[in-house]
């Protein structure tokens, strides 16, 4: 590009008015921390609340397990899966039972079985099918290698470790996009709450200096 401004495509790499907003979020939607108890057995929690994350279409829920070492509770916020209930007691680790909510490595769950918040490395506590509505599904296992194949929301196939682990069911707050935003303002408040990235000028309704696209009328 020899002359022009730099375009919205490549200001947004830099930051400044393009970062998330993120004061109002109520933090990262992990799985525990993997220690002993979930490598060895299970630990048992229980659903204290389910609560709304801003920019985000996916409900939480904060679950609250005791402490393995200290007499207090270990809060933690899991991205709630569909069926998921306040006072509901949710179990982790590889004795787990298959039920949904629940949290197993994925090399224990049967083929078929539908999975969110997968991780892609052991202990990363979880990186796959984590928005709402979304769910990969387990397709097969390799006892040799211990790996697991499954298919992402994408539709794309990915083989992870055995001991990867994933929540049992579909994420909550499912069937968002099939409602239209119908105007621009409920476009404006569901952008503003994320990033800003709306409105977006269309290149071709620039002029020469600002897109590749702009001018030519005459």
């Given amino acids: 590009k020899e002359m ?5 495509a490549q200001r947004k790499g830099r930051g400044g008015i393009f970062k998330a907003r993120v004061h109002h979020r109520k933090g990262a939607a992990k799985l525990r921390a993997l220690d002993y108890g979930e490598r060895h057995g299970f630990v048992r929690g229980y659903v204290k609340d389910i609560i709304h994350d801003p920019g985000r279409g996916a409900p939480l829920a904060r679950v609250v397990f005791k402490h393995a ?37 994925v090399g224990g769950m049967p083929e078929g079985t539908i999975v969110c918040n997968v991780e892609l490395i052991v202990g990363d506590r979880g990186r796959f099918a984590r928005t709402s509505g979304n769910y990969a599904t387990i397709i097969s296992h390799n006892a040799d290698t211990k790996r697991t194949r499954i298919k992402l929301p994408s539709g794309a196939k990915k083989t992870i470790p055995s001991a990867c682990r994933a929540t049992v069911g579909i994420v909550a707050g499912g069937g968002r996009i099939d409602k239209p935003l119908l105007k ?5 408040y569901k952008y503003r709450a994320k990033t800003n990235r709306w409105p977006v000028v269309r290149g071709v309704a620039m002029n020469p200096v600002d897109h590749p696209h702009g001018g030519g009328n005459h």
């Avoid at 709630?80 to 004795?95: D, I, M, R």
């Fill in 4 to 8: 022009g401004r730099i375009i919205r």
């Fill in 69 to 105: 070492y200290r007499p207090k509770q270990q809060k933690e916020l899991f991205i709630a899966a569909e069926g998921t209930y306040t006072g509901q007691f949710v179990y982790c680790g590889t004795k787990a039972s298959l039920a949904i909510g629940n949290v197993l490595p």
């Fill in 184 to 188: 621009a303002g409920n476009a404006f």
